[in-house]
């Protein structure tokens, strides 16, 4: 729901390093870190509500009643029935009624325990993430697989294609010189009709 601008108390996550990363870089304002978490949803379930599983949603109005004394977050599991809830293979938490971020719930304790645990991930490593994704098939198509997906993959993958395009055009090769490393000394690269044989 939240992709569609509903206010929500339910935090996404997923199953899948690569998802992750992908989300946690989608609108990444390159000139600082930023950050991927992970969470062990068994676990904090066993912490704050000494059950080591994972509920389903609840679909009943007795839950919105109940959650008055909800006070601590809980990891849900979805009702996998939708194309983009299989391919982002996620599971939710729902923050309880204190407010406090998971890393402040309980003193910390999540931390602490070592089942929350958080990753940055700083400007330098744009590239590397940027091939890891394409590598890993991480794209709006595969994780949207439906026409919007679609949509936002083409507008994507056009924009990116015209930007390597003006990379290219700017960066003409004609009046640049190249060296190379030889066993008699670095010595400038040149053509000619041996080259090629």
Known sequence: MQQYGVKTRLLDWSESFAVALYFATKNWQRNKPCSVW????IKLNLT???FGELKSMPKTGSFLKER??????????????????????GFFTLQGNTKNGLEDEENGILFKKKILKHIQID????NDIDLFLNLSGMNQLALFPDLTGLAMYVNQWTTTELKKKRLQDESSYDNKEFFRDTSTGIVLWQEDEHMYR
Do not use: V
């Open 38 to 41: 992970l969470l062990d949803p």
């Open 48 to 50: 704050f509500h000494n």
């Open 68 to 89: 008055i004394n909800f006070n601590k977050t809980m990891a849900l599991s979805p009702t996998m029935n939708t194309y983009r809830s299989l391919s982002q293979r």
């Open 123 to 126: 400007c330098d490593l744009e």
